[in-house]
């Protein structure tokens, strides 16, 4: 009667160790990660490309088959967080509303788990970046979340915060003068001793991710100095129709808010009192342009 009874006992134990041994435990690496996005350090190229990936751990006895799906907490993002395209190991992944991620098959792709193995899942944020944006730190939370290859249970989540750091930095361009050995040239031509003479059309575009001052510093305090000479011709100069004060060396435009994708234009001019007492030769003054962010 022991043998008889004890065979059922065995066979059961037996029964249950296999069963567990057929377990699939699947985990995040990390319970949570956050993704710096920085760009590079000229806007004029205006992309971001960036990679990172998703640990996933299985601590179980057999293969896990999985899905891994991904959604963004809109609560927890920025409203005004770039657009950007998620890309994974089966190509471009469309991110909804975590809710919306859970029903979406473009929203998840199939992982393969080792047995008490690792597995990383890269994925890419490309993102179009150009002027036009205000520099800060932008936020958006992306939850990535494990489920079976058939039905919708939830076995983990982890959160990854995209954080977007846009730098103040601003550019200098010019429109309508002429380049002399990497510098901006204006020609005013023969000054007139008996009209006002005033310069051809030109303007200073900048582009700035920041509100920003604009200096101009002037080499010969608001005159033009002959070549070889001492004399000098003063001059008047206006940006954006507000006279520039440079007799004292230089002046200061300052602009509150960032700039448009195209930068903000400030037309310049520059005039030429007449005097018939003018003496002949090449006059310059050189001055420059420092624009920063502020």
């Known amino acids: 009667m022991r043998a008889y009874v004890g065979m059922p006992i065995a066979l059961a134990l037996a029964t249950f160790a296999t069963a567990a041994q057929a377990e699939c435990v699947p985990s995040f690496v990390a319970g949570g990660n956050s993704v710096t996005l920085t760009p590079a350090g000229s806007f004029d190229d205006g ?25 963004r907490d809109i609560a927890a993002s920025d409203a005004d967080f770039p657009g950007y395209e998620l890309f994974g190991p089966n190509g471009s992944v469309t991110v909804n509303s975590t809710d919306a991620a859970r029903t979406s098959e473009r ?62 930095v601003a550019r200098i361009r010019f429109a309508g003068a002429g380049g002399a050995r990497g510098s901006t040239s204006v020609e005013m031509g023969t000054l007139s001793p008996n009209a006002v003479t005033t310069s051809p059309p030109f303007a200073i575009r900048v582009l700035s991710t920041a509100g920003y001052q604009m200096d101009l510093e002037s080499q010969n305090a608001g005159s033009l100095r002959r070549v070889d000479g001492p004399e000098v011709i003063p001059y008047r100069m206006m940006v954006s129709g507000r006279p520039m004060n440079l007799k004292g060396g230089g002046d200061r435009i300052q602009v509150a808010s960032h700039t448009g994708s195209t930068g903000n234009v400030h037309p310049v001019s520059v005039v030429v009192d007449p005097d018939p007492t003018m003496h002949a030769g090449n006059y310059r003054d050189r001055i420059t342009v420092t624009v920063t962010p502020m």
């Not at 998703?54 to 179980?60: A, C, I, K, P, Q």
């Not at 193995?117 to 002027?131: A, H, Q």
């Open 47 to 71: 992309r971001l490309n960036e990679r990172f990936y998703v640990r996933l751990r299985n601590d179980g006895d057999s293969v896990c088959e999985l899905r891994l799906a991904v959604g």
């Open 107 to 168: 929203s998840a792709v199939d992982i393969v788990i080792p047995v008490r193995g690792e597995t990383s899942i890269p994925y890419d944020i490309r993102m179009k970046l150009g002027w036009g944006f205000e520099s800060g730190i932008y936020d958006q939370a992306l939850e990535f979340f494990l489920t079976a290859r058939t039905g919708q249970s939830e076995l983990a989540t982890q959160r990854t915060q995209l954080s977007l750091n846009i730098p103040a």
